[in-house]
């Protein structure tokens, strides 16, 4: 039995390299995607086009700009005269928003008993993400100054209103760079989408070319052939998986602070049930472009339940849920757990255990359905 | 280019999509079930972020602190820390995201109107969540800070010519087209050109399956021209995703109320435009792929992680470094979603989203054109 398979898993080889482009294509595309996505977050959300219309040009009108620049989440590339020209930047999409600085701005601000200046600030709520960055450091630059102008007023000590000093310390990720977050859900997802793609694709091929036909009057058993198809697919998961590992540590600092042998064991596990769905896929699957559509919306939907676009965390509760039973979200939690906070055994357990109980459920299925369905 | 053989390439793999219902479904629906789902469970803002406390001091002043901290809809304070080893493995086990340390002579300085340090360590793995939390704890405790500190001012100034301290600096925001920030009326325009660049990956597929299953040489023996062959098969394709198109505006307007400003004239041409671009790049790349297994794996690279990350859904555009936007702009979804929002949610029309329109239209030429000269009728 050994050597059936083991001719099996060379025939597989042979005709998987026979194809460059594909092993070429399956190690070195998902890193160059990983690393534009690592080089484009790695930066907090700065340098937003912005407006200025500063009629007042005074000293404190200056500090406030300063004040603004520096927290660098401004561009402020245009320097209006009037409010009426922010308004076609605002509407084309060229600025995030537009900042009016009233004239008396500074002459209000230098006794308590002046006018209370009104600065307006209007935002471009089309673009959420962007809206929210400048909302949140408009909003904080104002009340650092208003806390400086009521402290002068009171006498000069600024400390005098600040009671409280936060020290903050941030822990697992220091710079607070979101390319921490979103690299090792890019790196999970292509590990099991790669596999799961080849394993779906892997049957339904060999049926659709008529092949697979063929193949049931050798002496191979099913259960052999699975396995020597689904070879070829782990070990090229793994050889892009290691590959952009490497660079995710020393290119782009995703800290790995836990055990190699705990991530890739826990990875293995995880990829044989991702292997399995693929397998169940091409069994339902009468053409490769249907193998194809299901594999790639399942991968689709795992993307979701990654985190990698939100952190499943901040879903409705009811997709908490159902984040369950999906496997790259109890992944995801071992994967994030042991790079960042290189955590052991002893506190991921739960989550390994949730992948080998969809496992129990997923691999006697898929193998199930396989021998169900029909193999020509 | 003969038409009349366009024609016939048109109808030839009409019938063939049509033959096979299960697919033509999944091509017509995943695309809409996918709007709906990233849609839904994508559009989240943070909230009810988990917390603790480890207070030190236990006086009437940092109970009043604690319950000011604890007081949000935005931080949830569960069980109160007791000590370090605690905090370690709630942190280990993500069980908060940050703990505000009240040292123990918390009340003893703030009294006397000296200002008091706090610590805060947070959970980086997540910045997003971790930002949030920082500036909610921050600006409460800030909050608290100014209040007891006027507090202290007005028993300690005597004279009454300070009057009621107001804030000295009025800040007011007009948010145009999206007041409440809702993300999810950002994101939606997104997933739609997102979950509409499935049927480009199916695309892909058609040229090359023939090829693998041996069909395409028989179709070399006719008499079709290259172009014939390629523009005739991508037709049929953009009317069922022109169909995809309607139905995830539909569902975005139906189902998450989101605005449609714009013509829907307007929008079913700029769909077609996006579906020109995306397509003559998918059948680009078909040339060149051996197997349906190769043309998924590039459909996963190239429509699918760029599509998600590039197209300025998640992080805006104007925030990558500039090689990057370079970059993004050449992927089909990115202009089509300027164009998507422009359009449903500023109700823009051509005047302003032409220049979008135009790159795509563009790109959609020359790469079919590319993409004509490329296929050689011989069989490798």
């Known amino acids: ?376 | 280019m003969n038409l009349a053989k366009t024609y016939a390439v048109m109808i030839k793999e009409t019938r063939h999509i049509l033959r096979d219902r299960i697919t033509f479904l999944m091509l017509l629906l995943i695309p809409v079930f996918l709007m709906i789902a990233f849609s839904y469970s994508l559009a989240v803002d943070v909230k009810e972020v988990p917390i603790t406390l480890l207070d030190g001091d236990r006086s009437p002043l940092s109970r009043e602190f604690v319950a000011v901290l604890s007081n949000s809809k935005d931080l949830v304070v569960g069980a109160e820390a007791e000590n370090y080893a605690q905090i370690e493995d709630w942190f280990d086990r993500s069980l908060i995201k940050a703990v505000v340390i009240i040292p123990p002579d918390f009340s003893e300085r703030v009294n006397a109107g000296r200002p008091v340090e706090v610590q805060i360590l947070v959970d980086g793995t997540d910045p997003t969540t971790a930002q949030f939390a920082i500036d909610h704890i921050i600006s409460r405790s800030q909050v608290f800070g100014y209040e007891i500190a006027l507090k202290t001012f007005g028993r300690q100034a005597s004279s009454a010519s300070l009057g009621p301290v107001k804030e000295p600096i009025d800040l007011r925001v007009q948010t145009w087209y999206n007041p409440t920030l809702n993300n999810q009326k950002g994101i939606i325009p997104a997933m739609l050109a997102l979950a509409l660049s499935l049927p480009a990956v199916a695309v892909m597929g058609a040229i090359v399956r023939e090829r693998e299953l041996g069909t395409l040489e028989s179709i070399f023996a006719t008499p079709l021209g290259r172009g014939e062959l390629l523009v005739g098969k991508i037709i049929p394709y953009i009317f069922s995703s022109l169909v995809s198109a309607l139905l995830c505006a539909a569902a975005a307007v139906y189902i998450f109320d989101a605005p449609f400003r714009g013509s829907l004239a307007l929008y079913v041409l700029l769909a077609m435009d996006y579906f020109l671009h995306a397509f003559s790049l998918a059948l680009l790349m078909s040339i060149f792929l051996p197997s349906q297994a190769a043309a998924s794996l590039v459909g996963l690279l190239i429509f699918l992680f760029p599509g998600f990350f590039l197209s300025g859904i998640f992080y805006p555009i104007s925030a990558f470094p500039p090689a990057v936007q370079h970059e993004a702009s050449f992927l089909p979804s990115t202009p089509f979603v300027a164009v998507v929002r422009g359009l449903m949610i500023k109700g823009q029309g051509l005047e302003s989203l032409w220049s979008h329109a135009m790159i795509m239209f563009g790109a959609g030429i020359v790469l079919t054109f590319l993409s004509i000269l490329l296929f050689r009728k011989k069989i490798r």
């Open chain 1, 1 to 376: 039995m050994l050597y059936r398979t083991w001719t099996f898993i060379l025939k597989e080889l042979i005709q998987l390299f026979r194809n460059p482009f594909l092993v070429f294509l399956v190690t070195l595309g998902p890193l160059t995607e990983m690393s534009m996505v690592a080089w484009s977050t790695a930066a907090p959300i700065e340098h937003l086009p912005t407006a200025v219309v500063d009629l007042d040009r005074s000293h404190e009108s200056r500090i406030l700009l300063a004040a603004l620049h520096n927290t660098e989440t401004f561009d402020f590339r245009y320097y209006l005269d009037s409010v009426d020209e922010t308004r076609p930047l605002v509407e084309g999409g060229d600025v995030v928003g537009a900042l009016v600085i009233p004239t008396g701005y500074g002459r209000n601000l230098s006794t308590p008993l002046g006018e209370t200046p009104t600065l307006s600030f209007t935002l471009d709520g089309s673009d959420p993400v962007a809206a929210q960055a400048a909302l949140a450091a408009v909003e904080g630059t104002v009340a650092s100054q208003s806390q400086r102008v009521v402290a002068e007023w009171m006498g000069g000590n600024p400390l005098a209103i600040s009671l409280i000093q936060p020290r903050l310390r941030v822990r697992f990720n220091e710079e607070l760079k979101k390319s921490v977050y979103t690299v090792p859900s890019e790196l999970a997802l292509i590990l099991f989408a790669i596999g799961l793609m080849l394993a779906a694709i892997g049957i339904a091929r060999e049926r659709e070319l008529g092949t697979l036909e063929q193949l049931t009057v050798t002496p191979v058993r099913r259960f052999e052939l699975i396995i020597a198809k689904t070879i070829p697919a782990v070990l090229l998961s793994y050889i892009t998986f290691m590959l952009m590992m490497q660079v995710a540590i020393h290119a782009f600092g995703v800290p790995m602070r836990g055990s190699w042998p705990l991530l890739l064991g826990s990875a293995s596990i995880f990829l044989f049930v991702e292997l399995s769905i693929g397998l169940m896929i091409s069994a339902v699957s009468a053409t490769q472009l249907q193998a194809l559509l299901g594999a790639f919306m399942w991968v689709m939907v795992e993307f979701l339940f990654s985190g990698y676009g939100v952190p499943v965390d901040n879903m409705p509760s009811i997709l908490q849920k159902i984040a369950h039973i999906f496997p790259i979200y109890h992944y995801m939690i071992i994967f994030r757990a042991v790079l960042l906070k290189g955590v052991g055994l002893e506190t991921i357990w739960p989550q390994i255990l949730a992948g080998l109980a969809i496992g129990a459920v997923v691999i006697p299925t898929a193998v199930w359905f396989l021998g169900r369905h029909k193999w020509e």
